[in-house]
């Protein structure tokens, strides 16, 4: 079944949350007077009450309707049973200018309503039917109409809503910019300031905050400290209720609105101003990034318009895109295209905006199955965590000198890494900025830790009597990896790797590969059996005595029992070419000293599955021969495969590793390389060259550090991740299929459907697929393989209309979710995928050719 896609907004409608810094502050006689404001301009406008409590007989809808005139107030389904009565047509109409969403009777807290009434509702729903109501709106008010919403909140940012979530983060997938009603009264300044804190601590814009003028001066104090975030301040005459209420209450604020008037069109001319100017912004955004961007693994004469990425909420990204317009409604009821020619009026900001014909810019919500260059790692609801994580070290340090410095941020992240990926084999933290720099890092410390246990390099006792700084003759050295490895850009990072459209003289005229690089067997299902490829020799060597006849399994859990597989004829025919391979490689001028993986899965070369009994095998074969091991778990590590290290999938621990990506949950860069002792005692010496020489200005930043500790204290918390399956008292992994762990391990659930998975396997147009902790992928059949092929470019443009944004690699298509994704997410994904190859997406493909993929041109990266 293919997965329903939330439906863009259009940027034409002016849409504002309406926020209160505290209860009684004048919300609702704001939201009144705004929209009073904007039929004087014959601007269309709503008001919507996504949540009211003490229903219906304190209802802001009825009053906004009332003091609009007596207009109409409908309501949804959740509202009407409230109101004890059914829904009637007049709820129906998209175009109602007022309409209330949810309510309960008891007039508390929404969370408080629900623990007392029942009728809870998920927050997903809340936002849902939010948007659907402004999107509806929107399109009743015509096709080339500009419009005006107003989403006014119950109570204050940080007050509950009906599950108990925060109203600023229940919200926040809208983002919404908002209008804040201060407060006048004394200690008005201090909570209107906290509450426009809290909006800006959510990546929320506010372009304006409004107070009822309580005599104290509080709008200027206010001003002095939000006008450099752009927030225009407004005062309003104060308002003196009559005593009693009924109609001479209702006259009285009709009274004040007209008193107010000059204010009230001041404000909503502020607005529209505002929002025309964000939309020019994001509507130029393209044109600007082409002027004067240099993107990353780009050939920008290919590269089609840049996708403009307006903001993020947990997995979801919320992207400017272009689609065709609704039809709009005549007045006899006919229905007709908007003029294909026309040049829209803005009424929001009076601007003249000439739009794509036939066409208009919405803001929609899109799935990030490429998370993010695969750093993405957690949902909507543990970002305020991250947010607030990274603010406080902002504000408490900012960045400090490390060398010889310690500081809370790095000491609490260290601990947890050698007590997570690093338990058992860790002792030291070397921290850097990237996964490239990190893998040089790593590079530097295995090959010191070979000179040393060879007696080549003999750390010193005490300093030289005399002048020092002279340097051993010491031999030049290579490293043993796998073809199609990637281990980043860095010069010595690409010498770690075969030569590939990665590395090599056209990239880099200094590239010389130092590495005796062997071809791997991998794994994947294969119309629907999870079956070991071996490359050329490994297939000769197993002919001979049968050894891959029995490497087919029905489920993955036991293709990666590892421990299982350790007896079997392929383990023997890959131990006989790992020796000998070493063996032979010690004869060199260069020798091999260090063994450099991507553990189980490698990235950049296609997703491919290495078999995990060869990269053990190999593992057990290099360390029989003293050579250190270097995992490169960038991008596998940190729970990308479902466990915090792939050590606990090949059931062998490295000397070094390094990890990044996954570490800050998608907020900052930072790096780690983590080693044995043997590898820092290396380096120990009397002298500061025998140290590590290596480091960068912001190393171990306190503000990535304690993004660090809240990432990964929320993907092993099974209160905050639900995914999350920790080990069993008996060292069990807690019934998780990944195959053999050794104890303390724990695990994520499955995330893809492996059933689902096998399916796709079967498909003709499919040659691989295999899925993995948070990661799927799958080879399409095609002439053009590799990095350069561009056969997945439709593949991956069609799964856009499906909400999914994801990115071709090569002839692979793969999608990412984060540790924090519900499962039934990636099963809509597979869904979709399933969907579109079936649908013909890939002879699609095949037709358009390569000067079709040079028109729609986007690049193949990872």
């Known amino acids: 079944m293919v997965p329903v896609v939330a439906a863009g907004v259009p940027t034409r409608l002016g849409a504002f949350a309406v926020w209160g810094s505290g209860t009684g502050v004048g919300k609702t006689l704001v939201s009144a007077g705004l929209i009073a404001a904007a039929r004087r301009r014959q601007l269309p406008a709503l008001y919507l009450k996504p949540v009211q409590t003490g229903f219906p007989g304190d209802s802001d809808g009825a009053l906004v309707a009332a003091l609009a005139g007596d207009v109409a107030h409908a309501l949804g389904a959740h509202a009407a049973a409230a109101a004890g009565r059914p829904l009637a047509p007049a709820d129906a109409d998209a175009c109602a200018p007022c309409r209330t969403l949810f309510a309960w009777a008891q007039p508390v807290s929404p969370h408080l309503a629900v623990e007392r009434e029942g009728r809870g509702v998920f927050d997903e729903r809340v ?22 919403a107003l989403v006014e909140t119950a109570g204050g940012p940080a007050s509950p809503g009906p599950s108990g979530t925060l109203q600023v983060d229940l919200l926040r997938p809208l983002r919404l910019p908002g209008v804040l009603v201060g407060d ?18 959510r990546g929320l814009d506010t372009p304006a905050l409004v107070l009822l003028d309580g005599g104290l001066g509080n709008e200027a104090a206010i001003a002095r400290h939000t006008a450099r975030a752009g927030t225009a301040v407004f005062a309003l005459a104060p308002l003196r209720k009559p005593a009693g209420g009924g109609e001479a209450s209702r006259d009285a604020l009709a009274a004040w609105l007209e008193r107010n008037e000059r204010e009230f069109d001041a404000i909503l001319a502020s607005l529209v101003a505002w929002h025309a100017a964000r939309v020019r912004a994001l509507a130029a955004a393209p044109a600007d990034a082409e002027r004067m961007l240099w993107w990353p693994f780009t050939q920008h004469s290919l590269a089609a318009p840049a996708t403009v990425i307006d903001s993020r909420c947990g997995d979801d990204l919320t992207i400017l895109t272009r689609a065709p317009r609704a039809a ?10 908007a003029d294909a020619a026309a040049e829209t009026r803005d009424e929001v900001g009076r601007e003249k905006v000439a739009e794509q014909a036939g066409s208009e810019l919405l803001l929609a919500p899109a799935f990030d199955a490429c998370a993010s260059w695969w750093t993405q790692g957690v949902g909507s609801g543990a970002q305020p965590e991250m947010t607030r994580a990274i603010a406080y070290a902002a504000a408490r340090w900012g960045h400090v000198m490390f060398p010889e410095h310690a500081h809370e941020a790095a000491l609490a992240l260290s601990q947890r890494l050698l007590d997570g990926c690093g338990r058992g084999w860790a002792s030291r933290v070397f921290f850097s900025d990237d ?38 003759e010491l031999p030049q050295l290579r490293i043993v990896a796998l073809t199609n490895g990637y281990h980043g850009d860095t010069l010595g990072a690409m010498d770690a790797q075969p030569p590939s459209v990665f590395a090599g003289p056209l990239q880099s005229p200094w ?13 994947a299902l294969r119309d629907g059996v999870w079956t070991v490829e071996l490359p050329a020799e490994l297939r000769a060597a197993a002919a001979e005595t049968r050894a891959a006849d029995g490497a087919r399994w029905h489920f993955r859990r036991d293709a990666l029992d590892v421990a299982a597989r350790l007896a079997s004829p392929l383990a023997a025919v890959y131990r006989s070419a790992a020796a000998a391979a070493l063996d032979d490689a010690r004869s060199a001028d260069a020798p091999p000293a260090a063994l450099v993986l991507e553990p189980v899965l490698q990235g950049a070369g296609g997703m491919v599955l290495v078999d995990p009994l060869f990269q053990r095998v190999l593992c057990e074969e290099a360390r029989a021969r003293a050579l250190p091991v270097v995992f490169d778990e960038v991008f ?25 990506k996954l570490l800050t949950g998608g907020t900052v860069p930072l790096a780690v390389t983590l080693a044995t002792d043997a590898v820092f005692d290396a380096f120990r010496g009397a002298t500061k060259p025998e140290a590590l020489l290596h480091g960068h200005s912001y190393s171990a930043h306190a503000i990535g550090c304690s993004a660090a500790c809240a990432a990964l204290d929320l993907y092993a918390d099974p209160a905050r991740n639900p995914n999350w399956v920790p080990a069993r008292d008996d060292g069990g992994d807690g019934g998780v299929d990944l195959g053999a762990q050794p104890p303390r391990a724990g695990a994520l659930r499955e995330l893809w459907d492996e059933e689902a998975v096998r399916q796709i396997s079967r498909m003709p147009s499919v040659e691989r697929a ?5 990661v799927f992928a799958a080879a399409v059949r095609t002439a053009s393989r590799g990095y350069a092929s561009t056969a997945t470019r439709e593949l991956v443009r ?30 809509r994904m597979l869904a979709a995928l399933a969907h579109e190859l079936d649908g013909g997406a890939m002879e699609a493909d095949a037709a358009r050719g390569h000067a079709a993929e040079r028109q729609h041109g986007e690049d193949s990266i990872p």
Request: positive net charge.
């Open 798 to 827: 069609r799964l856009q209309a499906h909400g999914i944004r994801a990115r071709p690699l090569g002839n692979v298509v793969y999608m990412m979710c984060s540790p924090t994704t519900d499962p039934l997410v990636c099963a």
């Open 328 to 337: 709009e409604q005549r007045a006899d009821g006919r229905v007709r295209a």
């Open 184 to 201: 006048g009264a004394l200690g008005g300044i201090s909570s209107s300031l906290c509450a426009h804190d809290a909006l800006t601590l």
């Open 127 to 148: 936002v849902r039917e939010t948007r659907d109501a402004l999107v509806a709106f929107a399109r009743g008010a015509g096709a080339s109409a500009s419009a005006l």
């Open 511 to 523: 590239y010389t590969p130092r590495g005796l690089f062997l071809e791997p067997p991998s794994l």
């Open 435 to 472: 996964g490239s720099t990190a893998m040089e890092i790593a590079l530097k410390m295995a090959f010191r830790a070979y000179y040393v246990s060879r007696g080549l390099v003999v750390p010193s006792a005490s300093p030289p009597a005399g002048p020092s700084g002279a340097t051993p």
């Open 770 to 774: 295999i899925a993995i902790g948070t």
């Open 636 to 660: 596998v590590g940190m729970y990308r495969l479902g466990v915090p290290s792939t050590s606990t999938l090949l059931g062998i621990r490295p000397d070094i590793a390094c990890y990044a």
